[in-house]
């Protein structure tokens, strides 16, 4: 119930949203060469950005920080956890990459296959000895994943990597402490 809840929230959230920037748009402002959207309209319609290469610091962002950054999400799901306690809320963005959310803040990214950018100087479908050669020896080993310790934030933060034929097929980093 919790997340269906939430998933209200964040539509009625987005929606509002919209309806602003739709608002925004129509009153766009006139220029010698036409109608120029305003920056948040220009900047909203926009693709979202590809993450930077070490996207550790956008841990623990709260939604409208996120909003703001990232623009609003492609879509909105549930995900649902072996147990209630683990169930989330997940935006995806149309570069390849997921947002899951505890609460009203941002605990985990997931970088699916479709993900152009780097992560630590590693890209999808890079060897496992590149891996090796960039990050040194993982923290620990995992059946088809090797898990990193990163610097410590004021957070503890992890970098799973699932490796399939030699390589890295997906990747997720996350806050330890939630």
Known sequence: MRILQFCAFIAVSFAVG?????AEAATAIASPSGPVAP?????LSSPPPLLPDDP???????????FSRLGPPASV???RGAEAWQDDVVFVFPPGYSLFWFGDRL???RFGPTYAGSLYG??????????YSLLGAPFYEVEGSLVYRLPYRG????L?????GGRIVDAYLYRADF
Not at 56 to 66: D, K, N, Q
Not at 160 to 164: D, G, K, M, Q, Y
């Open 18 to 22: 919209a309806a602003g920037l739709a």
């Open 39 to 43: 920056p948040l309209a220009q900047a």
């Open 56 to 66: 550790a610091p956008l841990l623990g962002l709260g939604l409208s920080e996120a």
């Open 77 to 79: 799901s549930a995900f």
């Open 107 to 109: 605990w985990q990214i």
């Open 122 to 131: 590693l890209f999808l479908g890079d060897s496992i000895d590149k891996v």
């Open 155 to 158: 957070y503890p933060v992890r």
């Open 160 to 164: 799973r990597l699932t490796i399939e």
